[in-house]
Each structure stands twice: as structure tokens, then as C-alpha cells.
């Protein structure tokens, strides 16, 4: 008799179907000469081996999952991965997403750089204090981004394999949630982070997962305080709290089942309202505010929503 398989509610970390952690030499990382072109045939080279070794899993063939976990490691593993993308993303290549971050955020730079005003108790009375905005920086690759130059955040970051200090190595899907507010962050950073989930539900666990660490909407808005620093609270509360998410374009534009407008409705149905986005050649960014609501009852299956024999399979579930 067949075994049965048991489903579990609870999101799979980011490093499930995965093949383990896999050192490489120094001979085989990457090197600051390689093409463009070479950079990319990495990531996506890596991307389609994890999504096979990923279906190998589910399936229960072993073999073929040994096979794969071989051909990654003889490819270099996370950190040839890791190499490219660092490459990928570095400033001399325009691969920073964080500097169209700052733009988006450019009408409230000001109030940015005086950070969420709030009241503070104690025995002498009430005074009026301040504190940078605090942002999570998931998959962060790198602490020398155009974010954290601005000196308008104070950034946690954290990655499946940290490359460098500052960086600290947790996976997102297992990191303890928030119980405290001074535990939460104004906005949550998943620039290119989502489309290396290699399954489709896992993408919607983790968009789901973001709201836990976000602070709520009440946090920029206090009646007691001076009309000129409640102007600037007011200022924030139109974008904050946030999500930066950063996706291929292929993954919107070129997707059988994910469009743009797709993505918006899953994000709907969430809590958040997208404010900005733009499209590029190679990547698509979108900040969304949350607005602290969501509706549980929704869900998205896999539907056709952009037929064509050319398109890729990028999907999300919730």
C-alpha cells in the first residue's frame, strides 16, 4: 500500500527542498570580470536546477534529486549563486534596487530624515521623541546599498548564507515573530527574494509572513502631538508601514498564471495598496502600504491568466 503523504499547515522554511549548504573554494567564486551575460546564466542556471530538485522532492524520486543536488554542487552551489547575484546586483552594473527605493520615497524624505515622532512617558511628564524608521532587509546580499548610505534606517539584515558581516545568517521563514512593537520594522525589504522560493505556495507563505513583522498603521498617527510634527506623521502614514518587493520581470510580464494586475489582487487581498511601481528590461518593483487588513477567505490557485507557448510557469499561491 501507497504511504499517505501528511500535509502540514505550518510554512516550510526557505531552505526546504533544497539541496544542503555546499562550501565552495575560492577558486570557484566568482570573480568582478565576468560578463554580464555570464552573471545571469548563473542565477537562472541555479534557479531552474532548484526548481527541479524541488519537484524531484515532492515526487519522492530520490534519484533524480541526488542527481541534482550533484549537479549544483559540480556548478558551484549557494555561494557561485551568491557570487553572481552580489555581481548582479552591485552598483557599477545599476543593480542596486534600494536607490529606486529611496526614489519612490523622495516626497517624504524630510520627514524621513526626522524619523516616527511619539510620545514618551516617564515621571517627569510626557516630551516628544523620535526614532529612525527600522527596516528588514531580507536576502540582503550586501550592507553597501544606496538604503544603507541614506542614514534614514536603521536596517536588520538577514540571508540563508551571509556573505559578509552585518548580515546576519537566519531564515526568514523560521525568524521568531515580533512581540513587542520595538520588535517590528516600518518596512519589509524582499527584493529578489521571492522568486528563489522554489514552489508556489511557498511564495504566498512568505508574502503572508511579512505582515507579522510590520508595525500597524496607527504607529504614524498621534493626535497629541504638536501640529507641525503631526504633519510629518501624517506625511509617513501615506506609504508606512511597507513592503519593497523587487521581482525578474519576466515573472509579471511573460508568466503564464502572474501578471501585474495579479499580483496586485493577491496583495489586495492581504491588506496592502500598491502606491508605486515600475517596470524594467530585466525587474519589476513595487512598494505597497499595509494597510493593517486582510481577508483570510480569499484565495488564489493556479489559473491561466496570460496564455502562450512562450511564457514561464512563475506562480503564486495563497
Not at 8 to 31: D, F, I, V, Y
Not at 42 to 65: F, M, P, Q, Y
Request: aromatic share 6%; proline share 3%.
Amino acid at each position: 500500500m501507497a504511504k499517505k503523504k501528511l500535509l502540514s499547515s505550518k510554512p516550510k522554511s526557505l531552505a526546504h527542498g533544497r539541496p544542503p549548504h555546499l562550501s565552495t573554494t575560492s577558486k570557484q567564486r566568482l570573480n568582478a570580470h565576468l560578463s554580464s551575460q555570464t552573471t545571469r546564466t548563473v542565477i537562472r542556471r541555479h534557479h531552474n536546477l532548484l526548481k527541479e530538485h524541488t519537484r524531484a522532492i515532492s515526487s519522492g524520486d530520490a534519484v533524480t534529486a541526488e542527481k541534482l543536488e550533484k549537479e549544483i554542487a559540480d556548478n558551484g552551489g549557494l555561494e557561485h549563486y551568491q557570487a553572481a547575484s552580489i555581481l548582479g546586483q552591485s552598483e557599477s552594473r545599476g543593480g542596486d534596487t534600494s536607490k529606486h527605493l529611496l526614489d519612490f520615497l523622495s516626497s517624504v524624505r524630510v520627514a524621513l530624515k526626522r524619523g516616527v515622532q511619539h510620545i514618551e512617558h516617564d515621571k517627569e511628564g510626557s516630551t516628544v521623541g523620535s526614532r529612525r524608521l527600522r527596516m528588514l532587509d531580507v536576502g540582503a546580499l550586501s550592507t553597501n546599498t544606496a538604503a544603507g548610505r541614506s542614514g534614514l534606517f536603521d536596517i536588520q539584515r538577514i540571508d540563508l548564507n551571509s556573505q559578509e558581516k552585518g548580515i546576519l545568517q537566519q531564515d526568514f521563514m523560521e525568524r521568531p515573530l515580533p512581540t513587542t512593537k520595538e520588535d517590528k520594522f516600518d518596512i519589509v525589504c524582499l527584493s529578489l527574494v521571492v522568486n528563489y522560493v522554489p514552489d508556489a505556495k511557498g511564495r504566498g507563505d512568505m508574502l503572508k509572513r511579512v505582515q507579522h513583522f510590520l508595525q500597524t498603521p496607527s504607529t504614524y498617527v498621534s493626535s497629541q502631538l504638536e501640529t507641525n510634527v503631526a504633519k510629518t506623521v501624517n506625511r509617513l502614514e501615506t506609504i508606512f508601514p511597507a513592503l519593497w518587493l523587487v521581482l525578474p520581470a519576466p515573472c509579471v510580464t511573460n508568466s503564464r498564471y502572474m501578471t501585474v494586475d495579479r499580483l496586485r489582487e493577491i496583495m489586495y487581498s492581504m491588506g496592502y495598496i500598491q502606491l508605486q511601481s515600475k517596470l524594467s528590461a530585466k525587474l519589476a518593483y513595487f512598494l505597497f502600504r499595509w494597510t493593517g487588513k486582510s481577508s483570510e477567505q480569499q484565495h488564489f490557485s493556479k489559473v491561466e491568466v496570460n496564455p502562450g507557448r512562450a511564457r514561464n510557469n512563475f506562480l503564486i499561491t495563497t
